[in-house]
């Protein structure tokens, strides 16, 4: 997939979350209707979405500093204790939603004025060590798939 592709899949992110939550029960929204392995609960629909924003507001964060120092460390964090935080298991997702739709075309477009030199700028991760724009885009661009792929196993696993 080349770079314009995923910009597209990125930027289409937002609807594409809105249209699977649009009409759920605060129920279907906070109910954890999916077990990991071990037993533990997985993220609702809600601490997805809430975790959605979250994450791509740091990760946008970490690329404008890539875009503007040289070799800058990101900000690590526990993204289960974030998703365990009260505002992150309510019902209410409007704000991410709201969150995700402007961030992520603000985040598109800022892609799209990138030059060839600009993907290839590095930063450090304090756990993953060195890393180029261009393979850090491609993980969210990939997480934000990844998440969606989590709401339809747990909107798939209500009725089980």
């Known amino acids: 997939m080349k770079n314009a592709d995923r910009i597209e899949t990125l930027r289409s992110l937002p609807a594409k979350v809105e249209a699977l939550v649009t009409g759920l029960t605060a129920a279907d929204l906070t109910t954890h209707f999916l077990l990991k392995a071990d037993g533990s609960p997985e993220w609702t629909v809600a601490q997805n979405v809430h975790h ?70 590095i930063g450090v991760h304090p756990v993953g060590g060195a890393f180029i724009l261009e393979d850090q885009f491609n993980a969210y661009v990939q997480h934000g798939e990844d998440h969606l792929d989590q709401i339809k196993r747990t909107l798939a696993a209500r009725g089980q």
């Open 52 to 121: 959605l924003a979250d994450a791509h507001m740091n990760s946008y964060i970490g690329f404008k500093l890539l875009l503007s120092e040289e070799q800058p460390t990101l900000l690590a964090y526990d993204e289960n204790a974030w998703a365990r935080q009260p505002e992150s298991m309510t019902a209410d997702i409007s704000g991410a939603l709201a969150i995700l739709k402007h961030l992520h075309e603000r985040w598109a477009s800022l892609f799209e004025t990138l030059n060839a030199a600009d993907w290839q700028r």
